[in-house]
């Protein structure tokens, strides 16, 4: 018999008898997915991780909410990811061996007759997005099967500073997760605050605000140039992913923005934004819509087959 009384189920806690008695296509698989990272003197390596599987839970409580006609089915962590801080700590794979992984999990699945499977990730590594968008492309094109990860979008709007996500949540682009935010800064140290207090350590207090640097002159011509041309968007990727290499190259603090300025208010907006984002997408999703995302430096994502 299927276990009774739970609105979600865990994947790993069923038996072969009970996967069967599953409709399938009316499952929504939850699957939290991050790397272990250096975040800096304040936060444990497993921030991404941490905040992803508290992200899944609160993907799972809205979506039971918002489509009640689907089962909800939570599958075991993956600690997985690829651009870490190549700092003490961080624990990484290169991007190709992600997507593959991804898709390969997508193929066995849609064998068992599910066809969507919800990402809740926190690792902005531009090869990590490039791999994650690679392998959701994949795996609708083989399989027909959703792959979602909304913080491929997500991260593309909070570099971006975008208005709607100030809105929303009333925090100003240094607080958000952009460039001048980008790791464990304010924004990733409000969520742990949020999900994980006890995580945050007490020097956070004595933490002064790191700057990422500039791209370099090399990048800072391609960029002036591509504008000319009218690439705006491939011109800021660039810049932007100048100026992520260099700051991973020299950090020693291994944090950029000001993790002291962090709140529980903070973190608790940007949870509830990133889980509305979730649920407007699943309800494309639900209608058939073919969804695509465009994560930074898409136009170049050759670069995910670089070591």
């Known amino acids: 018999?299927?276990?009774?009384?739970?609105?979600?189920?865990?994947?790993?806690?069923?038996?072969?008898?009970?996967?069967?008695?599953?409709?399938?296509?009316m499952c929504?698989?939850?699957?939290?997915?991050s790397p272990l990272e250096a975040h800096g003197p304040h936060l444990?390596?497993?921030?991404?991780?941490?905040?992803?599987?508290?992200?899944?839970?609160?993907?799972?409580?809205?979506f039971s909410?918002?489509?009640p006609d689907y089962q909800p089915v939570r599958l075991p962590s993956l600690v997985l990811g690829a651009d870490v801080l190549p700092r003490l700590g961080s624990i990484g794979v290169p991007a190709r061996l992600l997507e593959q992984t991804l898709v390969h999990c997508a193929k066995m699945l849609s064998q068992q007759g599910f066809r969507y499977l919800v990402i809740a990730d926190n690792h902005g590594g531009p090869r990590h997005l490039l791999g994650m968008e690679a392998a959701a492309?994949?795996?609708?094109?083989?399989?027909?099967?959703?792959?979602?990860n909304p913080f491929v979008d997500e991260f593309a709007q909070m570099l971006s500073s975008s208005?709607?996500?100030?809105?929303?949540?009333g925090l100003k682009n240094d607080r958000m997760g952009a460039l001048n935010d980008l790791h464990a800064g304010t924004?990733?140290?409000?969520?742990?605050?949020?999900?994980?207090?006890?995580?945050?350590?007490?020097?956070?207090?004595?933490?002064s605000p790191e700057a990422p640097p500039s791209p370099g002159w090399i990048l800072t011509t391609l960029e002036r140039f591509l504008c000319r041309l009218g690439f705006w968007q491939l011109a800021t990727d660039l810049a932007a992913l100048g100026s992520i290499a260099r700051w991973s190259r020299t950090t020693k603090s291994a944090y950029i923005g000001a993790p002291r300025e962090s709140s529980v208010e903070a973190g608790e907006a940007m949870l509830s934004w990133r889980v509305n984002n979730m649920i407007t997408i699943f309800q494309r999703v639900s209608k058939g819509e073919s969804i695509?995302?465009?994560?930074?430096?898409?136009?170049?994502r050759f670069l995910r087959y670089l070591p």
């Open 1 to 25: 018999m299927m276990p009774s009384g739970a609105r979600s189920l865990n994947y790993a806690d069923l038996t072969m008898t009970e996967l069967s008695q599953l409709e399938a296509p």
């Open 28 to 33: 929504v698989l939850f699957m939290a997915v």
């Open 44 to 62: 444990p390596v497993g921030s991404d991780l941490m905040i992803s599987e508290a992200l899944c839970d609160r993907y799972i409580t809205a």
């Open 65 to 67: 909410e918002a489509f």
């Open 137 to 148: 492309r994949r795996a609708f094109r083989k399989y027909n099967f959703y792959l979602i």
């Open 163 to 169: 208005e709607d996500l100030m809105r929303v949540t």
């Open 187 to 207: 924004n990733e140290t409000s969520l742990l605050r949020a999900t994980h207090p006890e995580g945050v350590r007490d020097v956070v207090r004595q933490l």
């Open 292 to 300: 695509r995302f465009r994560p930074p430096l898409w136009a170049v």
